[in-house]
T-cell receptor
Framework: DTAVSQTPKYLVTQMGNDKSIKCEQNLGHDTMYWYKQDSKKFLKIMFS???????INETVPNRFSPKSPDKAHLNLHINSLELGDSAVYFCASSQDVAATYEQYFGPGTRLTVT | AQSVTQLGSHVSVSEGALVLLRCNYSSSVPPYLFWYVQYPNQGLQLLLK??????LVKGINGFEAEFKKSETSFHLTKPSAHMSDAAEYFC????????????FGTGTQLKVEL
């Protein structure tokens, strides 16, 4: 069983479109995250939810909107896609927000905006 | 504020040779430190973590790292490189509080040659 799964794995779309990426974890964790990895492989946190509550909201355009329907799911919706949104988006989860708990990462969603 | 510096974006070693990947951190409070590995087109996998217990931390696949507060370092080592170790390695730091926000270094690409 995959601990943290993401769909889709690849997403190719045109500028101006709206798209969503879904993430699910079956680890029973309370905290979930979205990270963005750019073309130079630099990873940066975007959002974090703990028990469905938003606790980290980095400087991200408000075209990006996360939603957590329950503790096991964290989705990312992106409006009006731009070329610069092309990246690999990783979902992660951890047992809770304590820094001692490691984060488990999903396989990533490669978003290409043309 | 917290940050991580990884010296050497590319490291090349011969199979059987020592692997040394460097990581220096900056943190205003005692840090929690992690090493993750990313194989091509995959998510990140935790190698090891330091959470203020033993300063020498052993991880998976024969890797270990030593936390040196005086040098603000957390270098990753492996006595004998294997071809399967070729991957991208990321050092990351987080602090207590603040929602377990991981700050990553820029990564080191390890190449293992015959």
């Amino acid at each position: 069983d995959t601990a943290v799964s993401q769909t889709p794995k690849y997403l190719v779309t045109q500028m101006g479109n709206d798209k969503s990426i879904k993430c699910e974890q079956n680890l029973g964790h309370d905290t979930m995250y979205w990270y963005k990895q750019d073309s130079k492989k630099f990873l940066k946190i975007m959002f974090s939810y703990n028990n469905k509550e938003l606790i980290i909201n980095e400087t991200v355009p408000n075209r990006f909107s996360p939603k957590s329907p329950d503790k096991a799911h964290l989705n990312l919706h992106i409006n009006s896609l731009e070329l610069g949104d092309s990246a690999v988006y990783f979902c992660a989860s951890s047992q809770d927000v304590a820094a001692t708990y490691e984060q488990y990462f999903g396989p990533g969603t490669r978003l290409t905006v043309t | 504020a917290q940050s991580v510096t990884q010296l050497g974006s590319h490291v090349s070693v011969s199979e059987g040779a020592l692997v040394l990947l460097r990581c220096n951190y900056s943190s205003s409070v005692p840090p929690y430190l992690f090493w993750y590995v990313q194989y091509p087109n995959q998510g990140l996998q935790l190698l090891l973590k330091y959470t203020s217990a033993a300063t020498l931390v052993k991880g998976i696949n024969g890797f270990e790292a030593e936390f040196k507060k005086s040098e603000t370092s957390f270098h990753l080592t492996k006595p004998s490189a294997h071809m399967s170790d070729a991957a991208e390695y990321f050092c990351a730091v987080t602090q207590g509080g603040g929602g377990n926000k991981l700050t990553f270094g820029t990564g080191t690409q390890l190449k293992v040659e015959l």
